[in-house]
Every structure is written in structure tokens, then in C-alpha cells.
């Protein structure tokens, strides 16, 4: 990752993705895109849940436990299945096809609250907010993640 980021300019690199980057991955020599999806499902899922969450607390009046209740409402797989649908169309070939590596991937577990098609939909698109994020693609994961969240 550290030639991947010092050809981007890693002194130019900013926000979050761009100090946790730079305090934690210097060194590492793997690009986003050969990871396999369900690393990238597990950073992603991450990510998206740090949008839900800072989103709920600048737009609601909500105690901690209340946030906590709207925001497992919002991360939950059926809930992700039905955003992704809402930034399908927005999506170009690169991000398809990580959504798809993702979707396509043979988790070992699977939560007992989802159905299959939402668990893998939600997955593939785990997979592709975690290859943004590490990609440092902060302008369209905010995009993306911004029509997921206001159309809410």
C-alpha cells in the first residue's frame, strides 16, 4: 500500500482515511482491488456504519441507547439491500465489479435475521464502500454514501 500511496501523493491524502492511512498502513504493498471481498466487506462495514452514526447524531435529538436502536435499523442487511439499490444506477464498471466479487463471495456465516439474497446484496456492497475507503476514493464514498443516506 505504501507505493500505492506515495504515486496518489500520500502528503496530499486528508480526512480520516487519509490519517488513519498514514498512521497505521504505511508499509503495506497490497492495492484494495486484490483483497478479497469479504476483507473488504469487513472494512466497509465499518465505514458505512460510521456514516449511519454521525449522520443520526447531527440530525436527531436521540439518547445513546435511542441512536444505537436507529442506527442497527439502518446498517442491517435488508436495510443496506434496499440502499444499494437506491446507488445501483450510479455505479460504474470498477464499482460493479467489486460489488459483485463481493455479493458473489460464500460467507461461512450468515445472521439469523436475513434472508440470503439481503445478506449477499449487502456484502457487495460492504465490499465496495470498503475498496472506496482504501482506495482513498473519499469524494465518491461520500457521494455514494450521501444519496444512500438522505433518501432515507
Known amino acids: 500500500m ?8 500520500m502528503e496530499n491524502m486528508n480526512g480520516i482515511h487519509g ?7 504505511a508499509g503495506l504493498d497490497k492495492p484494495p482491488k486484490l483483497l478479497n471481498p469479504l476483507v473488504l466487506a469487513y472494512i466497509g462495514d465499518t465505514v458505512y456504519d460510521l456514516f449511519v452514526r454521525t449522520s443520526l ?8 441507547h435511542g441512536l444505537h436502536r436507529l442506527s442497527v435499523s439502518r446498517v442491517k442487511a435488508s436495510a443496506q439491500a434496499e440502499a444499494f439499490h437506491r446507488i445501483e444506477g450510479m455505479l460504474n464498471e470498477d464499482e460493479l465489479y467489486i460489488y459483485k466479487r463481493g455479493r458473489n463471495v460464500h460467507p461461512h456465516t450468515m445472521p439469523k435475521n436475513a434472508s440470503m439474497g439481503d445478506y449477499r446484496v449487502a456484502t457487495g456492497m460492504e465490499a465496495l464502500i470498503g475498496y472506496l475507503y482504501l482506495s482513498g476514493a473519499d469524494d465518491r464514498l461520500t ?7 438522505n433518501d432515507k
Open 57 to 64: 447524531i447531527h440530525t436527531t435529538d436521540y439518547t445513546a
Open 19 to 25: 490519517t488513519v492511512t498514514n498512521a497505521l498502513l
Open 143 to 149: 457521494e455514494l454514501m450521501g444519496h444512500i443516506i
Open 2 to 9: 505504501r507505493s500505492l500511496l506515495y504515486n496518489r501523493g
